[in-house]
C-alpha cells in the first residue's frame, strides 16, 4: 500500500501515516501538498494524508482548495496531538542557538517560549523534520530545529527543550484521502463534509444554516471559500455531525433542491 505525505521521515505527516497504516506502508513523502494529492489523483497511491485544520493556528486554506479540485475523497479523519521541541547537534547548550529554523505554524505555536531567548532569531522554513535533517546532513552548529521527537530520534539530535508550544492541548486535524468513491462498508458513518456553492443572494446563507440547524444535524465547522470565476459568490465547505444517517441523507437532499450546487467530500466516523 502506497500512501502519499507532504514531508519527509519525522514529519507530523509521517507519524500519522504510521499510525493509521502501520509500519508495512510504502510513504511517499512530497515537497507540497499539491504533489501529495495530485499523487491519489493519478492514482499513484491508495491514499494520502492531508493537515487540514490546526486547534490553534486555524484551518488551512489551500487544503480545502485542493481537495476539491483533485476531485478527492474523505475517507477518514485522524487528531494527533501535537508536540513541539527544540532540538539540536549534539554537545550544545540553548545559550548557544543563535537560530532556530521551522515550519511556519511551529514557529508561530512556540513564540511564547522564545520570548525569554531575544537574541535567538526565528526564520521561517519548508517544514520541521527537514530542519532536522539538514542539521545532521550538514552538521549545522548554532543552529536548532523545532520538529517531532520522532525526528529527533531518526536524526540524532538532542533535545534541549521539550513541548516548548504555547498551548499544551494541541492538536492538528489530518484527513485521509483517496479518489472519489464513497464505499462505506461497515462503517456506520455519524459525519460528513460537503461544499455548497451558492448564489450571491441575500440572506442565502441564513437560509442554508436554518435548513441544517431545523435537522437537528450538527454543523461543527464551516469556511468559505470565494468561487474563483465568479466575483463575490462563495463556496462553503461544511461538516455536519448527525446521529441518523438517514436523517443527513434527508437534509443533503433538501439543500440539493434549495441550492443546487451540492458536493460530498466524505461519510465517515467522527475521531474527536
Not at 513541548?163 to 459525519?191: A, H, M, S
Amino acid at each position: 500500500m502506497k500512501i502519499s505525505i507532504q514531508g519527509i521521515p519525522g514529519s507530523f505527516h509521517h507519524q500519522v501515516a504510521l499510525n493509521c497504516f502501520g509500519e508495512d506502508a510504502e510513504i511517499l513523502g512530497f515537497r507540497t501538498f499539491e504533489e501529495a494529492a495530485k499523487c491519489v489523483s493519478k492514482g499513484e497511491c491508495e491514499f494520502g494524508i492531508l493537515a487540514i485544520e490546526n486547534s490553534i493556528a486555524g484551518a488551512i486554506l489551500p487544503n480545502y482548495e485542493l481537495i476539491d479540485r483533485y476531485n478527492l475523497t474523505i475517507k477518514d479523519e485522524y487528531y494527533l496531538p501535537i508536540s513541539h521541541n527544540l532540538m539540536c547537534m549534539k554537545g550544545q547548550h540553548i545559550e548557544d542557538i543563535a537560530e532556530v529554523r521551522s515550519h511556519p505554524m511551529a514557529l508561530l505555536q512556540c513564540k511564547k517560549f522564545f520570548e525569554a531567548y531575544p537574541n535567538i532569531k526565528l526564520i521561517d522554513d519548508v517544514d520541521t523534520a527537514s530542519v532536522a535533517r539538514r542539521i545532521r546532513d550538514e552538521k549545522l552548529k548554532n543552529v536548532a530545529a523545532i520538529a517531532s521527537t520522532t525526528a529527533a530520534k531518526i536524526y540524532g539530535l538532542e533535545i534541549l527543550a521539550g513541548d516548548i508550544q504555547t498551548v499544551k492541548n494541541n492538536f492538528t486535524r489530518f484527513i485521509i484521502l483517496q479518489k472519489p468513491i464513497l464505499d462505506l462498508g461497515l462503517v456506520q458513518p455519524n459525519k460528513a463534509s460537503i461544499k455548497v456553492t451558492v448564489n450571491n443572494e441575500k440572506g442565502i446563507l441564513a437560509k442554508l444554516l436554518s435548513l441544517i440547524s431545523s435537522s437537528g444535524l450538527d454543523l461543527s465547522k464551516i469556511q468559505s471559500i470565494p468561487v474563483i470565476d465568479k466575483p463575490w459568490e462563495y463556496a462553503f465547505f461544511i461538516d455536519l455531525q448527525f446521529e441518523n444517517y438517514q436523517a443527513y441523507q434527508s437534509v443533503i437532499q433538501d439543500i440539493k433542491s434549495d441550492f443546487g450546487d451540492v458536493k460530498i467530500f466524505g461519510e465517515y466516523e467522527n475521531r474527536k
